[in-house]
Structure formats: structure tokens, C-alpha cells
């Protein structure tokens, strides 16, 4: 059984062949599951549903135990039994698919041994059965690492290069499956660690999940990032589509990954090959912005930056806080001693553009309320909101404030 198993592995064989000799040979439940149970291949003794089923069962018997095999084989790096718990019971032989230093997947069989002799021989068997399947899968990796390399070369041109002459854009969109003239956006999702740790699982995670769900985009993993080029006339709809795509994400990272966030920025629509490296650009600028953003929206969209676009081009902290404690300091000071919020004031004030009564009702307040507490401000900080240059410097710094997170 070994031998013809060993010949899988020099021929165009797939999983379901390998479990299917492990099963047929052996005469018990085989398949090939991931971390989760989730079966990636099946084959059992007989065919038809009933199969799946049984095999099914055994893994349900006991989710727990079954886990923890799992786990003890991928940790130990060799294949462990799980035997019977009783007459009708069968015992579980599971053994790590290792392609490199990575259990990626993981070889299952189940069934009645006659004897000890018996269980021995098909741990054997499985063990020697789940080196053919990392063959296999390795091969499998070997033409993705590949094919993966090649499509990032292409994207890249296409994405960071803009003075490539547009003939040599459109024919690298074409190698793409890109049409040259098409209206297109980019979205980046980009991911970070809060400890420095390596976000290559999350970012992988966040690449099928897009790819999944948005098959007409193309979308290509670049190290921390993942860049989605969406084609579509309906501008409005692709914004509500990669929002909803992007609080997906999200939400899926952060329960499965406490320790990453994700950052999403889009860029404006453009139409024609030629333009997708505008489009990425002001996505990564969006991107930028919304690593400094404390308030961050599902997807920060470049066209709705404003002043933060030149906020996010200071380096420095220091230079905000400084313009921040220049302007505001008094008010924000006032504020922290006496439990005031005179710069809630201010800031819904302003983004009524000047209505009392919009920022009272926006304030649960009185107009006249409005009126006093920004008449306050004026004279703690003194500023003078008649004065355009002073009205202008107060709305920045509070921005900066508010959006930025710096806190004076």
C-alpha cells in the first residue's frame, strides 16, 4: 500500500486519490481536513452520502478529543491515535500534512482494527499517506508561489509605476484579465500589529475573504497589504459594496486576530489602465490617514479627506500638539480642571456651519447655551471667531483634535 502510494506522488495526483487508496486498501473512513474539521477531501470505504456521513459522525463524536489530536499532531509533527471508546466505537488515526515548517492540512482515518498489529500498521499507513498529500500540496504551492509572483510584478507595474508609456499599461492590464479602458477604484486594505508581530495570517485571511466575495476584482497580496482593483460605472454602489467589504474584514480580523487592526482606504474612481496608479496612490494616502484617525470609518475614502490630507504630511507630532496648544491650549486646559466642553462646543458649532440652533440640538442644549459656551472659549483661548484667520486656525486645530487623536 505504501508503494502505490509513493507512486501518487510522481504523478498529476490529487488529494481524493490519495485518501481514496488509503480508504479502498485499508477499508476505513480517510479524509484530508484543515484546522477546523472542515473537510478539504473525502473518500471512505463503499460511496454515496452515507460515507460522508459516517465520517462525519466519527468527527463529531467528540469535537473536543478530535481537536486536540489535531493539535498534539501538528505540535509533535507526527501521526497520533485516538483509540476506541467502546465495541461500535472506531479508533482515529490523524497525522500533520507538512509542507515545509507548516502543518497545512491534515490526514484522517477512522475505522476498526482487528488488533494492536493492526493499529500500528495503519498509523503507518496514514502517516506515510499524509507525507504523499504534502507532496502533493507542496507541488500546489510551488506553482501558486510562482503564478503569485509573476501577478505581482504585473500589478505592480500597473499600481506603482505612472510614467510607463499607456500602450505598455494596457498590455500589462490585459496579462491581468484587466480591461485597458474600463472605470475602475482601488481599495487597500492594510493590516498592523500593535506588538510588531508578523500579520502574514491575518493579511492571507483578508485576500480570500475579497477574493471570495468580489470574484470580478482583482486583488493581490502584498506583504501587509491587500490591494483590490474593482471595476464598475456605479460609483456610488462600489463605495456601499467595499464599505460593507471592508467592515466585514474588519470584524473577521479582529475575533480571530485580538492583536491586528486593519486599515482600509479607497481611492476615487478613474477610468483607463493608465489611471490605476492614481487611484492606488490616494488609497494608500487614505491609508495613511487612517492610521492617525482615532474615529476611523469602515473604508477612509480619499475624496472625503479634506484638510486631513495635509494634516497626515506632518511627520512630526510634536509640530501638531505645538499648533494645537497654540490655539486651543487654554480652552482644552479649562476643560480638563472644571468638566466643561467648551471644545464639543466649538467642534459642533463650526461643523453646523455657525447655526446656534443646530448645535443646540446636536448638543441636547439651549441656542443661547451654544452662544455663551463659545463666547467662553473666545475669551479663555483669545481667539476672535470674527477674525478669518483666527475662525480658520480654531476649526484645524480642533480637527486635529478630534480626527487626528492628538490630545494636547
Not at 68 to 79: D, G, I, S
Not at 225 to 233: H, I, M, R, S
Not at 314 to 341: C, K, M, W
Request: net charge negative; hydrophobic share 45%.
Amino acid at each position: 500500500m505504501c508503494s502505490e502510494l509513493s507512486s501518487l506522488a510522481t504523478t498529476d495526483s490529487d488529494l481524493e486519490q490519495i485518501v481514496t487508496v488509503v480508504a479502498e486498501r485499508a477499508g476505513v473512513w480517510a479524509a484530508v481536513v484543515d484546522d477546523s474539521l472542515s473537510v478539504l477531501a473525502l473518500c471512505a470505504e463503499g460511496s454515496g452520502r452515507t460515507t460522508a456521513d459516517g465520517l462525519a459522525k466519527v468527527l463529531d463524536s467528540d469535537p473536543e478529543a478530535v481537536s486536540q489530536l489535531v493539535a498534539a499532531a501538528a505540535r509533535m509533527r507526527r501521526a497520533l491515535s485516538l483509540p476506541a471508546a467502546g465495541a461500535s466505537a472506531v479508533s482515529l488515526v490523524v497525522a500533520p500534512i507538512l509542507v515545509g515548517d507548516d502543518s497545512v492540512a491534515y490526514l484522517v482515518t477512522a475505522g476498526h482494527d482487528a488488533d494492536e498489529t493492526g493499529e500500528d500498521a495503519r498509523v503507518m499507513v496514514t502517516e506515510h499517506a499524509a507525507m504523499v498529500c504534502a507532496v502533493v500540496l507542496g507541488r500546489r504551492r510551488v506553482v501558486a508561489i510562482a503564478a503569485g509572483r509573476a501577478r505581482r510584478e504585473l500589478f505592480d507595474g500597473l499600481m506603482l509605476v505612472g510614467d510607463r508609456a499607456e500602450a505598455d499599461v494596457e498590455v500589462w492590464a490585459r496579462h491581468l484579465g484587466i480591461e485597458p479602458d474600463q472605470r475602475h477604484r482601488v481599495l487597500v486594505a492594510a493590516l498592523c500589529s500593535a506588538t510588531g508581530a508578523p500579520v502574514r495570517a491575518a493579511t492571507d485571511m483578508v485576500e480570500h475573504m475579497i477574493a471570495t466575495r468580489c470574484p470580478a476584482a482583482t486583488v493581490v497580496n502584498r506583504d501587509a497589504d491587500v490591494v483590490v482593483l474593482v471595476p464598475g460605472d456605479d460609483d456610488a454602489g462600489l463605495a456601499r459594496q467595499l464599505t460593507a467589504l471592508a467592515r466585514l474584514c474588519r470584524k473577521a480580523v479582529t475575533a480571530r486576530f485580538p492583536g491586528v487592526r486593519l486599515i482600509a482606504g479607497l481611492g476615487d474612481p478613474h477610468t483607463g489602465a493608465a489611471r490605476i496608479n492614481t487611484s492606488y496612490t490616494e488609497a494608500r494616502r487614505a491609508v495613511d490617514v487612517g492610521r492617525l484617525m482615532t474615529r476611523l470609518p469602515d473604508v477612509t475614502a480619499f475624496a472625503e479627506l479634506g484638510v486631513h490630507r495635509l494634516l497626515a504630511q506632518v511627520h512630526d507630532p510634536g509640530e501638531l500638539d505645538g499648533f494645537v496648544r497654540e490655539v486651543l491650549g487654554g480652552v482644552i486646559d479649562h476643560d480638563r480642571a472644571n468638566g466643561t466642553d467648551y471644545c464639543a462646543t466649538l467642534t459642533a458649532y463650526f461643523r453646523q456651519n455657525g447655526s446656534l440652533q443646530r448645535a443646540a440640538a446636536l448638543l441636547h442644549t439651549h441656542p443661547n447655551t451654544v452662544a455663551y459656551r463659545v463666547h467662553r472659549a473666545e475669551k479663555i483661548a483669545g481667539f476672535d471667531l470674527g477674525s478669518y484667520t483666527d475662525r480658520l486656525a480654531v476649526q484645524v486645530a480642533l480637527e486635529i483634535v478630534d480626527g487626528l487623536g492628538v490630545d494636547a
